[in-house]
Structure formats: C-alpha cells, structure tokens
C-alpha cells in the first residue's frame, strides 16, 4: 500500500486540501452574509435574484468552468492575470459553484428563523452589529450544514477544475482529475487507492468538524 | 412614554391608539379579549414592531432601557446560564457571579444552569426568559402573557418578586428607582394584584381604562362587562 503512496500522490492531496478549504472558505465569506442580507432586504426584483441563486445552486460545473475559462483566458477580460491553469483559477470556479448553494441555504434558514432571533435582539438592546453575530451564531447549525455541504461539492468536483486548471502534472492534478486520467490510463489499483483515500478524507472531515463544535445541538428541544 | 395616533395595519386588523400616556414608575394593566391587539401594541412600544404612523415618545429611555418577554420567549441555542447572563454581554458587563446565583434561585434552575436551555419545560422557559429580562435592570419591561405556563406559586412567586423589586434592588434590598412595568395578562388575578392602573382593549383601541380596582369592581363600557362576565 505505501508504494502507492508516493511522493507525487501526497502532492495531489496536499493541493486537493489546499483548494478545497480555500474554496470553502472563500465560499463562506461571501455567502453566508449574502444569504443573511437576501433574507432581510425587500425590493422589486427580490423574486427574482432568488430564482437565479436557486438556479446557480444546481448549475452544471462545466459550464461554470467555461466562464471561467473565458474570462481568464489569454484574451479575455482578465488574461493579464496570468491565472489560466493555476490553483488560483480552479478556487474561483469553484467559489461560484458554492457561493449560491451556501447563500441559498443560509437564505432558507434565516427565512425561517431571522425574525425571531431579530425580535429577540431587540428586546436585549443588541446593537446592529451584535445582532449579525447573534444571527450567525443561532444559524450556526444550518452554516455548519452549508459548510459541509460546499465541502463536499469542492471536494467532489471534477468538471469545472479540469477545463480551468488543466490537470497538470505537479501543478493543478488533484485527486478527481487524477481518478479521471488514471481510469483513462487503465490503472485501477491506483485509480481506487486515491478514491478510497477521497473517502476517508470526507469522513475525517465529518469527525473534526464534529469535534470543533464546541456546544452539540440538539433536535429534541422541549416546544 | 407618550404615544401619539399610533397606527399599525396587519392584514384585516388595524391598531390605533390615539393618545396614550404613561407616566414612569408604576405597574400597568392591558387586558382584552384575543386578537384584540395587546400584542401588537406591546410590539411597538417595545421597538420589535414599525408602526405605520404615529410616535412614540420615550421621554429619555434608550432601546437599551426596554425590554419585552413574550409567552413563547426566544431562547439562545445555549446552555441556561449563558441565556441568562446575555444581556449583561451585550452591554460587556461582567456577572456578578452572586447575580447569576440569585436569578438562577429565583427561577429554580440553579440546579440546571449548564442544561441546555431548549430542553426545558414550556414553565421553566418562560421563568429563565423573565429572569434573563430582570438581569441587567432596564427601567421599562413589558410583559405579554409571560407567566401563562407557569405553576400557580411560581406566579404568586414572580407577582410578589416583581411587586418587591420594583422600587428595590433585589440584592442589596436598598431602595432603587421605581420601574415601569406593563403587563398583559388573561389571569385577571395578576393584574389585580400587581397592576395600578390599567387599560381595557377591543377592536385594536384603548376603550377604556382607569384604577385597576375602579375599574374591574364597576365596569363603566358594555364591552369591557362582557369581557368580564366570562372570567
Ligand atoms: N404578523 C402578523 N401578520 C398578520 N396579522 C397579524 C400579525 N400579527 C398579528 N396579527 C393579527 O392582528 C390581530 C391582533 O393580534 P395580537 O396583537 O397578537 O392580539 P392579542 O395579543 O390581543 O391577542 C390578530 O387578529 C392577529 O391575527
Ligand atoms: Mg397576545
């Protein structure tokens, strides 16, 4: 088993992590306020932005990976960039692919629950800002679902990177497109290797998600 | 606190309360049959709700000064210390852990201070969220329906307790200034007890209100006896 652990499939890890987490991040940052503010504002065409969220929460990887592609191609709005091929072009497409599916979940949850958490923050003497915390903090179970959610969709995802990052050797080759060219290549053994440590990766990072929360929620709460 | 033609449209039901004065310091009554809107009014005064038109007027109370308890109080995702001492963290004040253990006696939960706060009792809930409102102080609370699902001596209790601390700190027994309670209650025996004085709605206005005694031994409007008749 450790000779199909070589110094080249631990990069691939190591850069499959990178990209994930920074996705994920990234995705977080913009997407949980959006979603908060999606809940809060109301405005003519408010119908229809959730459509398009709802929309780009299912949307194809390919195509998303072929915007990017275009915008970031050597003739392209942001060619001079130089970002064509690079990690950095494989986390941009996958921040679009995740930024609306965790605002449409946060979006959800704070439907659902924001007006009671807001009128209690008013009967408190919350300020503003205190009131955002409280929101992000009582939402924190549907974030957290949200945050394992876009994880898995970064982790498992193959189209987009693969047009954007180019699934080459020692620079954009993660575990997916790896999977996909060793099939390719008829390396089985190596093919399944990687995916079962892709398993064990997604239920590591279940159990330390698990573990960080410090305070477990319950479901069986006394109404 | 001063309103002024206060309006507010939900759906089919409209709230106008044309000119209401109350003055600080006293333990207010609003009694009314369902859906008359004495939750809808509390909401305003509380700041929870917009009005469509109309002022309020404060006479000097900040947000910070008021705070509301309703029958179905929000409770943190939180264990029931950390709920009560909430709103000392807003205004990052450091509890005073004899604090902490008097509010928790108060409420019999001292038992159940790291419990998880959702899984209390419906009763137990609403005693946590009245002492989470008491904690810090504010000068005007307001009270809709708060003590509907506690026990009978834990509502003679909190009757008693609210009646003591109004004019008195609960720790240091010294005398404090007066604060201002309004309460909504359907158990006519809390509002007998505790109110001075207090106002009678129907239909989304004030009808009529007067001394609490005055008032409930010798009805003075046809809707007010008829809302009494069934008690
Ligand atoms: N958010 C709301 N949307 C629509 N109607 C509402 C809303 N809140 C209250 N109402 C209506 O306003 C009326 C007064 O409600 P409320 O003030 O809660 O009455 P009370 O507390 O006196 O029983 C009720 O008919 C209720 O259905
Ligand atoms: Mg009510």
Redesign the interface.
């Known amino acids: 088993m450790f000779e199909l652990l070589d110094r080249e499939t631990l990069g691939i890890i190591i850069l499959t992590l990178q990209m994930t987490l920074l996705s994920t991040a990234i995705s977080l940052v913009l997407g949980v306020p959006l979603g908060l503010w999606l809940d809060r504002v109301n405005f003519k065409g408010k119908s229809i932005l959730v459509l398009i969220n709802r929309t780009l929460m299912a949307s194809p990887p390919v195509v998303i990976g072929l915007v990017v592609y275009l915008l970031l191609m050597r003739n392209g709005p942001f060619g001079s960039l130089g970002w064509l091929f690079t990690l950095q072009a494989m986390v941009i497409a996958q921040v679009l692919l995740l930024t609306p599916i965790i605002c449409g979940i946060v979006y959800t949850a704070s439907q659902r629950s924001s007006s009671?958490?807001r009128?209690?923050a008013?009967?408190?003497?919350?300020?503003k800002w205190?009131t955002q915390v409280l929101l992000i903090?009582?939402l924190?179970?549907e974030i957290y679902f949200a945050a394992i959610t876009g994880f898995g969709r970064a982790m498992s995802e193959v189209g987009a990177i693969m047009i954007v990052g180019g699934n080459i050797r020692y620079h954009t080759r993660v575990m997916t497109t790896t999977i996909s060219l060793l099939r390719n290549r008829g390396e089985i053994n190596q093919a399944i290797f990687l995916g079962a440590i892709l398993m064990l990766i997604a239920l590591a990072i279940q159990i330390i998600a698990g573990i960080l929360r410090k305070?477990e929620?319950?479901t069986?709460?006394?109404y | 606190m001063k309103i002024t033609d206060l309006k507010k449209k939900l759906d089919k039901f409209s709230l106008d309360i044309k000119s209401l004065e109350i003055p600080e310091g006293k333990i207010y009554g609003i009694i009314g049959p369902n859906g008359c809107g004495k939750t809808t009014a509390m909401?305003l005064m509380?700041?929870?709700m917009k009005p469509d038109s109309g002022k309020i007027d404060y006479c000097g109370l900040t947000?910070?000064?008021?705070?509301?308890?309703?029958r179905k109080?929000?409770l943190?995702?939180?264990?029931v210390e950390r709920n009560l001492i909430?709103?000392l963290k807003?205004?990052k004040i450091k509890p005073d852990i004899t604090l902490i253990d008097h509010y928790l006696e108060i409420t019999g939960l001292t038992d159940y201070r790291n419990k998880?706060a959702?899984?209390?009792?419906?009763g137990e809930?609403q005693k946590l969220a009245l002492a989470r409102?008491l904690i810090?102080s504010?000068k005007l609370i307001l009270i809709d329906e708060a003590f509907s699902n506690m026990d009978i001596e834990s509502v003679a209790f909190f009757e008693d307790y609210i009646l003591k601390t109004q004019t008195e700190d609960p720790l240091t027994k010294t005398p404090s200034e007066p604060k201002t309670f309004i309460i909504i209650s359907h158990q006519l025996s809390n509002i007998k007890r505790m109110c001075e004085y207090t106002f009678f709605m129907h239909n989304g206005e004030i009808i009529t209100s007067g001394e609490t005694d005055k008032l409930l031994s010798s009805p003075d409007n046809d809707k007010l006896k008829q809302y009494l008749n069934y008690m």
Request: glycine share 8%; aromatic share 10%.
């Open positions: 009671h958490i009128s209690f008013v009967t408190m003497g919350a300020t205190q903090k009582e924190g179970n305070r929620r319950r069986d709460e006394n | 909401k509380a700041g929870v947000p910070r000064d008021i705070t509301m308890v309703l109080p929000y943190l995702h939180d264990t909430y709103p807003l205004r998880y959702l899984t209390l009792s419906g809930q409102a810090f504010p």
